[in-house]
């Protein structure tokens, strides 16, 4: 992995950790794109990189973490099946990982159920996700694991996992950012773990490029998030459907017509 490779992820990762898009899917094809091999360093880098991103969401709502303790505990009891689930299927994850054709579909499927998730779920109650109670902080992390699978989204996963739960768009959305932050950084801790038992160290190179990285996520997402929540508080989540559903189709069209995705 070159600098230009690591910066372009950056971007990416910073644009799609927070939208209903996935960030992983996303990750996947532009490293395929890329010519990127998936060896071990590419796979620590897309999952390490975003820890930038979870400071984004601490330095944007700081205020709401000093707030209630209360909501911290609803944290861990949302991030509890997913962190379950994603331990026990490590591996098949991981091989996953490797699989545009997966991302393809799950992008597709997606995106259809964005076309219709405001008009499924029209009548929320809850506009504060400090209100939410612990049966659905359960819920919404149930519906979180459906993300382990590429190119799902965690955040529309939880997103509509909120809606479905009586929270408003922007209830759904914030809440979603928080989860992201003990999910993103479980994630990183246990592969940068998994990365070092196998015997594999970090030069000074990928060192760099990881805090390189972090820094560029941390900027991006930034703006990212702003953006999404004055987009999905205004006109919902029809415009990242059609988004989706074109993306995951150009696609499977190339990997069924035998087109390669590599154009670097």
Not at 27 to 49: P, Q
Not at 105 to 116: D, E, Q
Not at 132 to 140: G, H, P
Not at 188 to 209: Q, R
């Amino acid at each position: 992995m070159e600098l230009i490779h690591a910066i372009i992820l950056a971007i990416i990762e910073g644009l799609t950790e927070f939208l209903p898009v996935s960030s992983t899917g996303h990750m996947i094809i532009a490293s395929s794109l890329m010519g990127l091999e998936s060896d071990a360093f590419v796979k620590l880098f897309t999952i390490a990189i975003q820890l930038g991103t979870i400071l984004s969401v601490l330095v944007l709502y700081y205020k709401r973490f000093f707030r209630s303790f209360d909501f911290y505990f609803k944290l861990v009891v949302a991030a509890i099946p997913a962190s379950v689930f994603g331990f026990l299927f490590n591996d098949q994850i991981d091989s996953l990982l490797e699989s545009p054709l997966t991302v393809g579909i799950t992008l597709v499927i997606g995106g259809i159920i964005l076309l219709f998730v405001d008009r499924w779920f029209n009548r929320p109650v809850i506009d504060n996700s400090d209100d939410i109670t612990y049966m659905q902080a359960l819920k919404i992390g149930l519906f979180q694991c459906l993300a382990l699978i590429p190119g799902t989204s965690r955040s529309a996963s939880t997103i509509v996992g909120g809606m479905t739960q009586q929270l408003t768009r922007k209830a759904a959305a914030e809440f979603s950012f928080f989860l992201a932050i003990p999910m993103m950084l479980g994630a990183t801790v246990l592969k940068l773990k998994k990365y070092l038992d196998s015997g594999l160290t970090l030069s000074s190179k990928e060192i760099n490029l990881l805090v390189i990285g972090n820094v560029v996520g941390f900027v991006v997402a930034i703006l990212a998030i702003k953006f999404f929540i004055e987009i999905v508080s205004k006109h919902g989540f029809r415009a990242f459907g059609w988004y989706r559903i074109v993306v995951g189709g150009v696609i499977i069209a190339m990997i069924l017509s035998g087109k390669s995705l590599q154009i670097i």
